[in-house]
């Protein structure tokens, strides 16, 4: 089975300051991951992905997110907060070895953002 | 514009009534899902379609069908056997031809049971 968990419900960071967001994963095989922002009443939107290669991964709006295979984790960051960043941050994981070809979110991190 | 859409935006039910949500894409994407979102729970799969005439179950399918009878479409039916159906309902998209494509969302539709 696979899993994801978000530790954080709500991370608050002044503008200006790096942000992180937290994410580990359990997968019986190797993981593909992704990170997604949800904005209030709207969808989902991709951020960035890990599949292989390079465990610093760079997406969309300055984020970036470093892949942690012995402590099974896909922290998100960001060098600089924008309070435009708030939002809700969903991570999600596949098995690339099983059959399952559905992604398994994470409960959801809610980034504040204060000027 | 390339992408999905999701209607309608706001959906009210009254108890023992069926529902159907609608999806669309134009992305040209095999793969299509559906979550439901409830607060501080994240995403929960309800049904996946890799191919058209073909859709697996979720995580939580009771209650819910649906039909992929063509690859732009793939309805969501919320039947009166889903005790607790008022949620936040996404559909999404991929390229089926490899797993690790990420997925599209539409921008959801609001159910709400009276």
């Known amino acids: 089975a696979q899993s994801v968990a978000q530790p954080e419900d709500q991370v608050n960071v002044a503008e200006g300051n790096p942000l992180t967001v937290k994410c580990t994963y359990s997968v019986s095989g190797n993981p593909y991951l992704f990170w997604y922002v949800q904005y209030p009443n709207r969808g989902l939107q991709f951020l960035l992905k890990y599949i292989t290669g390079d465990n610093l991964v760079k997406g969309s709006y300055g984020f970036e997110a470093e892949f942690n295979k012995s402590q099974t984790s896909f922290h998100l960051k960001k060098p600089s907060a924008l309070v435009s960043d708030s939002a809700l941050y969903f991570c999600a994981v596949r098995d690339m070895d099983t059959g399952r070809r559905a992604l398994t979110f994470g409960s959801g991190t809610r980034l504040q953002v204060q000027p | ?114």
């Open chain 2, 1 to 114: 514009d390339g992408g999905i859409t999701q209607s309608p935006k706001y959906l009210f039910r009254k108890e023992g009534q069926n529902v159907t949500l609608s999806c669309e894409q134009n992305l040209n994407h095999d793969a299509m899902y559906w979550y439901r979102q409830d607060p501080g729970q994240g995403l929960r799969l309800i049904y996946y379609s890799q191919i058209v005439n073909d859709f697996q179950k979720g995580d939580i399918a009771e209650g819910y069908s649906v039909s992929r009878e063509k690859k732009e479409s793939f309805p969501l039916t919320v039947t009166s056997a889903q005790k607790n159906p008022t949620a936040f309902y996404l559909c999404a998209s991929s390229k089926a031809e490899s797993s690790y494509n990420e997925q599209f969302f539409g921008p959801g539709t609001r159910l709400t049971v009276l």
